[in-house]
């Protein structure tokens, strides 16, 4: 069996499940949503609205306010010096 590792430049989302041994959809049927739609949070495609940030701060046991600003972060250091992506 192949151990999964999330790469340096891997979302909170993707690391937290990574780090706890999770596939997506081990994670989607968890918070109840398609794994792809999972996979498109961990990859900053949709955004975390307030009932996402929600299931996915209660099932990794952060606050919504921790798990946001996490993001946050993220999405900004992936921001290069003109703003894009």
Avoid: I, K
Avoid at 47 to 75: D, I
Wanted: aromatic share 6%.
């Amino acid at each position: 069996m192949s151990r999964l590792v999330a790469g340096p430049d891997a979302s909170p989302l993707r690391a937290w499940r990574v780090g706890r041994g999770l596939r997506v959809t081990d994670v989607a049927r968890a918070v109840r949503m398609l794994p792809q739609f999972v996979s498109r949070l961990e990859r900053g495609c949709d955004p975390l609205n307030a009932p996402r940030l929600a299931r996915m701060a209660a099932f990794y046991g952060v606050r919504p306010e921790v798990l946001a600003q996490a993001m946050a972060a993220w999405h900004a250091g992936r921001a290069g010096p003109e703003g894009g992506a």
